[in-house]
């Protein structure tokens, strides 16, 4: 499926809570699963590799991740610098559920993110949708795809 990059229509603006600030925006990967940061994801490319897991085989480099949160142990910080390091970080997290373990992976990346949206963003925002997450103001937009 083709995915219009372009931001069109009025966007769905959801509002939350900052978690490290920056501006960024692409297209969204969508998890209702949470992640684990210590062998859930192969940061040499940024792929889930975690057996059960719904995004088994997805990269979430380059993308905006919306997911429910981070599992596991610390490992979420190693994983994160390491995905930052090689270029295959998110550009942005959006997530429903705080822990140090996913607040701390967010700093390392210096990645924009957000929490305790007044809208659940797994409800609201749909995997190829275009995002803008603005952690400054603590707002995530949606442009619904075409």
Request: with cysteine; glycine share 14%; hydrophobic share 40%.
């Amino acid at each position: 499926m083709s995915v219009n990059h372009e931001p069109h229509g009025e966007p769905i603006v959801l509002h939350g809570r900052r978690v490290v600030g920056g501006v960024a925006e692409g297209e969204a990967l969508v998890s209702n699963d949470t992640i684990s940061g210590w062998g859930g994801v192969n940061p040499k490319n940024g792929t889930i590799i975690e057996t059960r897991h719904e995004l088994r085989g997805v990269s979430f480099a380059g993308k905006i991740l919306i997911c429910r949160g981070a599992k596991g142990s610390s490992g979420w910080s190693v994983m994160f610098h390491t995905c930052r390091l090689a270029g295959t970080a998110p550009l942005a997290v959006v997530f429903n559920e705080m822990t140090n373990k996913i607040a701390l992976g967010c700093v390392v990346m210096r990645v924009p993110a957000v929490t305790e949206l007044d809208q659940d963003p797994l409800v609201a925002i749909e995997t190829g949708d275009w995002v803008r997450v603005n952690g400054d103001a603590g707002t995530v937009e949606v442009f619904k795809r075409q």
